[in-house]
Nanobody, 126 residues
Framework: QVQLVESGGGLVQAGGSLRLSCAAS????????LGWFRQAPGKEREFVAAIRWSSARTYYADSVKGRFTISRDNAKNTVYLEMNSLKPEDTAVYYC???????????????????WGQGTQVTVSS
């Protein structure tokens, strides 16, 4: 049984930083891609970033490129999302997800992901 557990959310002022963690368990993730999505109230879930576990190649939404960094720690089976220069519009619940196919053409498609965490709230005050 795959489990994804997010942590690290909280309240931060605009311009500040947070680091989210996603601890993955239940199987070997070497063939997977792990992604971060977010959902603000009244909005659809949107892609933030993804990393292919085997190659560590990363992918970002344009809205976060240059501000957010996704990475993974093989030994800890954990994916991180380092978020800098945060803006009020980054406020959302952030979800970690795992995609078995790791297809680079579809890593921004939430429907392709097989497993999801429970989410962690990030609030950026102006």
């Amino acid at each position: 049984q795959v489990q994804l557990v997010e942590s690290g959310g909280g309240l931060v002022q605009a311009g500040g930083s947070l680091r989210l963690s996603c601890a993955a368990s239940g199987r070997t993730f070497s063939s997977y891609a792990l992604g971060w999505f977010r959902q603000a109230p009244g909005k659809e879930r949107e892609f933030v970033a993804a990393i292919r576990w085997s190659s560590a190649r990363t992918y970002y939404a344009d809205s976060v490129k240059g501000r957010f960094t996704i990475s993974r720690d093989n030994a800890k089976n954990t994916v991180y999302l380092e978020m800098n220069s945060l803006k009020p519009e980054d406020t959302a619940v952030y979800y970690c997800a795992a995609d078995r196919t790791s297809d680079p053409r579809a890593l921004n498609d939430a429907g392709r992901y097989d497993y999801w965490g429970q989410g962690t709230q990030v609030t950026v005050s102006s």
